[in-house]
């Protein structure tokens, strides 16, 4: 079993950037795909962006392609959202997720096993 925590959010311009870190515990990180969702108010959640368990796959949502960069940290057991270009569409409640590592075509799957709290960011126009 893996515990999340996110951090980072916050109030932000349009335009702008902020960087979203997610703290896992545990001993087996490296063996997890981990990923990020948002829930926009009156909205359900949706997927952002999805890194492998090695960090050499990844998978972007359209809408934060190009703007959105998924990284993380074996060996800190992080993973990190920079999101640049930030707009008010952006705004919602930001949840880490992680799962066992996918294998083929289950990397395409969208179900994940373990969530965080979630945390809020609000981009102003």
């Known amino acids: 079993q893996v515990q999340l925590v996110e951090s980072g959010g916050g109030l932000v311009q349009a335009g702008g950037s902020l960087r979203l870190s997610c703290a896992a515990s545990?001993?087996?990180?490296?063996?997890?795909?981990m990923g990020w969702f948002r829930r926009a108010p009156g909205k359900e959640r949706e997927f952002v962006v999805a890194?492998?368990?090695?960090?050499?796959?990844?998978r972007y949502a359209d809408s934060v392609k190009g703007r959105f960069t998924i990284a993380r940290d074996n060996a800190k057991n992080t993973v990190d959202l920079q999101m640049n270009s930030l707009k008010p569409d952006d705004t919602a409640v930001y949840y880490c997720?992680?799962?066992?590592?996918?294998?083929?075509?289950?990397?395409?799957?969208?179900?994940?096993?373990?969530w965080g709290q979630g945390t809020q960011v609000t981009v102003s126009s």
């Open positions: 997720a992680a799962r066992p590592r996918a294998y083929g075509s289950s990397w395409l799957s969208l179900k994940y096993d373990y």
């Open positions: 545990g001993r087996t990180f490296s063996s997890y795909d």
């Open positions: 890194i492998s368990w090695s960090g050499g796959s990844t």
